[in-house]
């Protein structure tokens, strides 16, 4: 399988960087249920001098520690956000959907603990306010779950921390991680029309890339100081050359255009079967690095 790529980029001394200060880490908020973690974002959003037109709020999806998300993590995100819909708060909550299309689009997950990427959603989808939130069991089978509030106009990185226990799952929910973007379609042949092989199985060798630079680092992640890895897929057709190349985990930033713009170009020795050359489907790793 072609190794995977390692991309550090220099870092202009001069550069501009979106990276706030840090702030002392204060002791979360324990609050009751989501309707009360609604009522205390909604203060935290009047005591941060928000303006009711400039008050947008984003509920992203809630996760496990491990980054991974649930069908009930979804589902208690959607609540919060229509528990702040609530004409009481003055709020302009941002529709869950758009989100959902805005990062299946680029295949990247919200991360709580990346500010990049915080940074390029608010941006995007005109949200002063993000809210994160990650899930876990524990003692007795309690879910809780623990929120945060950025405030994104905030130099000092302002971030409202809340606990909710939310009590055991109800009968028919479910923890189990699920791939918020869904399966790509199955690739089974080459656009010549020759059957995809499985690198690797029965008697199919793994092809190995002899031209394959290194993807530049965009103007946009400079902006962002980002650094994360893009997971890319493709077919190598019997000729080494690379089809059906798509994105399985993006990164913002336009590093997945530059990505792919890059792959594009590469070219390889083809994977043998019985000694000919076949078409096989191989993962594509791409790190990008600042230093």
């Known amino acids: 399988m072609p190794k995977v790529i390692q991309a550090p980029i ?36 009047v005591a941060a001098d928000c303006k009711p037109k400039s008050c947008t709020v984003l509920v992203t999806d809630f996760v496990f520690p491990d980054g991974n998300t649930s069908v009930y993590g979804m589902r ?17 909550v941002i529709d869950r959907s758009l989100l959902q299309k805005f990062l299946a689009k680029e295949r990247v997950p919200a991360e709580p603990d990346h500010r990049a990427v915080i940074h390029w959603i608010s ?35 302002r971030v409202y921390t809340a606990l909710v226990n939310l009590g055991p799952l109800d009968s028919g929910e479910s923890l ?43 103007d946009g992640a400079r902006k962002l100081k980002l650094i994360g890895t893009v997971t890319a897929q493709a077919v190598i057709n019997s000729e080494g050359k690379l089809e059906n190349l798509r994105i399985v985990r993006g990164m913002p930033g336009g590093l997945n255009e530059t990505t ?29 690095q600042l230093y």
């Open 10 to 45: 220099p870092l202009s001394k001069n550069s501009s960087s979106r990276e706030p200060s840090e702030k002392p880490a204060r002791l979360p908020e324990t609050v009751a249920d989501l309707p009360a973690l609604a009522v205390s974002i909604a203060a935290h959003t």
């Open 76 to 92: 208690l995100a959607d609540t919060l956000s229509g528990e702040l819909t609530n004409k009481e708060y003055k709020l302009r």
């Open 123 to 157: 941006d995007a989808l005109d949200a002063r306010f993000v809210v994160f939130g990650t899930t876990e069991r524990v003692d007795d089978g309690i879910v809780r779950l623990s929120s945060q509030l950025v405030d994104t106009d905030s130099k000092e990185w």
């Open 176 to 218: 189990e991680p699920v791939d918020p973007f869904g399966p790509l379609p199955e690739i089974t042949t080459s656009f010549s029309g020759e059957t995809v092989e499985r690198a690797g199985v029965n008697g199919t060798t793994i092809p190995s890339c002899t031209y394959a630079p290194i993807p530049p680092y965009s």
């Open 260 to 288: 792919i713009a890059t792959m594009r170009t590469w070219r390889c020795h083809p994977a043998l079967k019985d000694g000919k050359p076949v078409p096989v489907l191989v993962p594509l790793t791409t790190t990008f």
